[in-house]
Nanobody, 126 residues
Framework: QLQLVESGGGLVQPGGSLRLSCAAS????????TGWFRQAPGKEREGVSC????????NYADSVKGRFTISRDNAKNTVYLQMNSLKPEDTAVYYC???????????????????WGQGTQVFVSS
């Protein structure tokens, strides 16, 4: 069974940067399109970004375009989310998720993903 573990969250000031990592075990992540979701207190979990299994295609929510970059290193079985110019509204628990497809099909929907991590907290505040 594919297992995902997120890391890299923490407290950062507005305008700062963080890099989240999603490390997979159990199976190679290379066969999975992989995404990041986030959930703020009292809000629905929303899709942030998704990357195809090869890394050749990426998708972003409008709210993070130009600030966040998703990437992957299949040799390390890891997907990353580089977050720059962070805003207080980026505060949320960030989750990594994988779907057993090559491309990010309906990536904004939670039901499209087969495996989930436990999440890592990101807190943006001065």
């Amino acid at each position: 069974q594919l297992q995902l573990v997120e890391s890299g969250g923490g407290l950062v000031q507005p305008g700062g940067s963080l890099r989240l990592s999603c490390a997979a075990s159990g199976y190679t992540l290379a066969g999975y399109a992989t995404g990041w979701f986030r959930q703020a207190p009292g809000k629905e979990r929303e899709g942030v970004s998704c990357i195809s299994s090869s890394g050749g295609s990426t998708n972003y929510a409008d709210s993070v375009k130009g600030r966040f970059t998703i990437s992957r290193d299949n040799a390390k079985n890891t997907v990353y989310l580089q977050m720059n110019s962070l805003k207080p509204e980026d505060t949320a628990v960030y989750y990594c998720a994988a779907m057993y497809r090559s491309n990010c099909i309906r990536w904004g929907s939670r039901s499209s993903f087969d495996s989930w991590g436990q999440g890592t907290q990101v807190f943006v505040s001065s």
